[in-house]
T-cell receptor
Framework: GAVVSQHPSRVICKSGTSVKIECRSL??????MFWYRQFPKQSLMLMAT?????????EQGVEKDKFLINHASLTLSTLTVTSAHPEDSSFYIC???????????????FGPGTRLTVL | RKEVEQDPGPFNVPEGATVAFNCTYS??????FFWYRQDCRKEPKLLMS???SGNEDGRFTAQLNRASQYISLLIRDSKLSDSATYLC????????????FGAGTQVVVTP
């Protein structure tokens, strides 16, 4: 149980294009999903917190107009990197937090990540 | 100063040996602590939660020292499959759900 999937697992795109990454909780409902970014040999950095049916909350320094987050259902959140540039190349990981009483609310279940390379 | 700091390593450990490492955190109000394991180019996976009284899960022992604001992880009888990066994760009291990650400690177990 508590499986989170991400799609695509890897994407290579040209500078200036937009890339959409999907995060799905496969066997549980997640009211809250988180999006992280990890550069090589660095820690995961939280980009934004996504709550179903409401606007995402972005961390300081993360451009909300560049990283569009949509959490339309209890099992799906999407991150769109708009007008991607080479410096956006990174490993993007989502996580989902289970509903209280169903799964431990202290535990986040991570997707397998999406490796984005912008040429 | 980083919120969560770890020695990046690598810790080169002979198979069967014991290895231990710490993680320090800056927010004294932090409420929850975890160790995650991350294999190269993969997502983090929860290894264990860290409780005030300390806890053990098989060959892994985690300790929390609130006074000195650090947590530790000890791996006994190291296996080759223990080679990974171990991420220290903290949840501050005022940041519900927002995990703060350390940069990780790399452990390399050698035959």
């Amino acid at each position: 149980g508590a499986v989170v999937s991400q799609h695509p697992s890897r994407v290579i795109c040209k500078s200036g294009t937009s890339v959409k990454i999907e995060c799905r909780s496969l066997d549980f409902q997640a009211t809250t999903m988180f999006w992280y970014r990890q550069f090589p040999k660095q820690s995961l950095m939280l980009m934004a917190t996504s709550n179903e049916g409401s606007k995402a909350t972005y961390e300081q320094g993360v451009e909300k107009d560049k990283f569009l987050i949509n959490h339309a259902s209890l099992t799906l959140s999407t991150l769109t990197v708009t007008s991607a540039h080479p410096e956006d190349s990174s490993f993007y990981i989502c996580s989902a937090e289970g509903l209280a009483g169903v799964l431990s609310t202290d535990t986040q279940y991570f997707g397998p990540g999406t490796r984005l390379t912008v040429l | 100063r980083k919120e969560v700091e770890q020695d990046p390593g690598p810790f080169n450990v002979p198979e069967g040996a014991t290895v231990a490492f710490n993680c320090t955190y800056s927010n004294s109000a932090s409420q929850s602590f975890f160790w995650y394991r991350q294999d190269c180019r993969k997502e983090p996976k929860l290894l264990m939660s860290v409780y005030s009284s300390g806890n053990e899960d098989g060959r892994f022992t985690a300790q929390l020292n609130r006074a000195s604001q650090y947590i530790s992880l000890l791996i006994r009888d190291s296996k080759l499959s223990d080679s990974a990066t171990y991420l220290c994760v903290v949840i501050p009291t005022d940041s519900w759900g927002k995990l703060q990650f350390g940069a990780g400690t790399q452990v390399v177990v050698t035959p």
